[in-house]
């Protein structure tokens, strides 16, 4: 750092104030610092630093699931939250999520010397093992409401589903059946919670209620039998993967979407868009959702700031699945 001021003829503090991103350091001073740190090739000394200001400058992800589009996609929101604000993280992955697991891994992250930990775990009875643990540091769990022992980020899941019910109870439907996600998950069970509030609100009887597994083949699987009820005449569908394999089961079967039936998704993934047709959905943003994660963390480092909550709006995003009621 004493060569970097040298050459770029500043104080030592004004390139440590460029290295932490302080905000009262000119354009001009940070643009020649900066030029001085690529001269140079300075590298910052994590060790040394992590010395003097006791912290690792690395964040522990707890999370399991991680093939489904949910957890994976938090996961890159909370990296990229992270890197943003000058962070590494480690992330350790279960297979089985009991106590024991998720004590063991939080043990393994203090052991690490990780300045906080993100949990992005969808099972529950996770807050409870969490808030029974008597852990030093920063803990943000998704999908949770915070309290004295932790904090929480969340999308609000019900909401979501709500969003999709009112649309489809505004073009007239009156049947309307849900696919959900496992019942063992926490935003399924908030999902089945929107869904039923919704159609209750309205007056409506709740309809025909299938517990799927995130699967587009399970989707197929359960299409090809509503396509043979004909029970109903709309269906919210708890994840985009489930509702391409109902398009699929619904097309075979000779039913058209959304002519007799129509579909809403949730998740809103990419290929969401260019399925045929274009699936109507709701959007959870995940870079949202790892921002706020990380935003929890640092007001817990740097104010003492925990137990709050930060909670994700989602949107309806309307495309060519849905359509008024025939009358």
Not at 13 to 19: D, I, N, P, Y
Not at 98 to 113: L, N, R, S, Y
Not at 253 to 270: C, E, R, W
């Amino acid at each position: 750092m004493e060569d970097v001021a040298r050459v770029a003829g500043v104080s030592h503090q004004t390139v440590s104030r460029v290295l932490n991103n302080h905000p009262n350091v000119s354009s001009k001073t940070r643009e020649r610092v900066e030029q001085a740190i690529t001269q140079l090739g300075y590298r910052r000394n994590i060790a040394a630093r992590s010395l003097v200001t006791r912290r690792s400058q690395t964040i522990g992800v707890l999370g399991s699931e991680m093939a489904q589009y949910g957890p994976s996609h938090t996961l890159l929101g909370v990296q990229q939250a992270a890197r943003d604000a000058g962070y590494f993280v480690s992330v350790a992955g279960l297979r089985g999520v009991t106590p024991e697991t998720i004590k063991d891994a939080v043990a393994h992250f203090m052991d690490q010397g990780v300045d906080g930990i993100v949990v992005i775990v969808p099972h529950p009875g996770t807050f409870e093992v969490l808030r029974e643990l008597t852990a030093p540091l920063p803990l943000v769990a998704v999908g949770s409401i915070g309290d004295e022992h932790l904090s929480g980020a969340t999308v609000d899941q019900r909401e979501g589903a709500r969003l999709a019910v009112q649309h489809l109870l505004e073009l007239g439907h009156q049947r309307i059946g849900h696919l959900s996600g496992p019942a063992d998950w926490i935003d399924a069970a908030a999902r089945i919670e929107g869904w039923r509030e919704a159609l209750d609100g309205a007056g409506v009887p709740v309809g025909p209620l299938v517990e799927g597994d995130w699967s587009a083949e399970c989707g197929y699987r359960e299409g090809l039998k509503i396509a043979a009820e004909r029970s109903v005449t709309a269906l919210f569908v708890a994840n985009d993967q489930m509702a391409l394999g109902v398009l699929r089961a619904f097309n075979e079967s000779g039913i058209q979407v959304p002519g007799d039936i129509s579909v809403v998704g949730f998740d809103d993934q990419p290929e969401s868009a260019y399925f045929i047709p274009p699936l109507t959905t709701v959007a959870q943003d995940f870079e949202e959702l790892g921002q706020r994660c990380i935003d929890l963390l640092l007001d817990r480092l740097e104010n003492g700031i925990s137990g709050a909550t930060a909670t994700v709006t989602p949107r309806l995003v309307v495309r060519a699945t849905t359509t008024r009621l025939a009358s």
